[in-house]
Nanobody
Framework: QVQLVESGGGLVQAGGSLRLSCTAS????????MRWYRQAPGKQRELVAAITNGGSANIANYADSVKGRFTISTDNARNTVYLQMNSVKPEDTAVYYC???????????????WGQGTLVTVSS
């Protein structure tokens, strides 16, 4: 019914940048929120950034650990969310997961959807 496909992960040097993308597809009526989580080996999954539908304006929030370095944004026409990662650190190494809260299907339902994850490795 609804799928999230992620891309953009890879190997990057500390201090460098990369951009993750996540595109939602399916019978989507609206997207209420899109989020990025990450999970490092042996660690719990944590929320990195979120963007919510505030009507004409989107509202973005970030974990303290990434404020000033990461930026979440959307291309609403393409049902896509991005995570621009700047000044990356080795501790940013993790599998990054996209998550979306959407209204989809016939009849319309509130649905929570996860992407497959994309690995980001930051070398020191």
């Amino acid at each position: 019914q609804v799928q999230l496909v992620e891309s953009g992960g890879g190997l990057v040097q500390a201090g460098g940048s990369l951009r993750l993308s996540c595109t939602a597809s399916g019978s989507i009526f609206s997207i209420n929120a899109m989020r990025w989580y990450r999970q490092a080996p042996g660690k719990q999954r944590e929320l990195v950034a979120a963007i919510t539908n505030g009507g004409s304006a989107n509202i973005a929030n970030y974990a303290d650990s990434v404020k000033g370095r990461f930026t979440i944004s959307t291309d609403n026409a393409r049902n896509t969310v991005y995570l621009q990662m700047n000044s990356v650190k080795p501790e940013d190494t993790a599998v990054y997961y996209c998550h979306a809260a959407v209204v989809a299907g016939v009849p319309r339902r509130n649905i929570e959807v996860w992407g497959q994850g994309t690995l980001v490795t930051v070398s020191s």
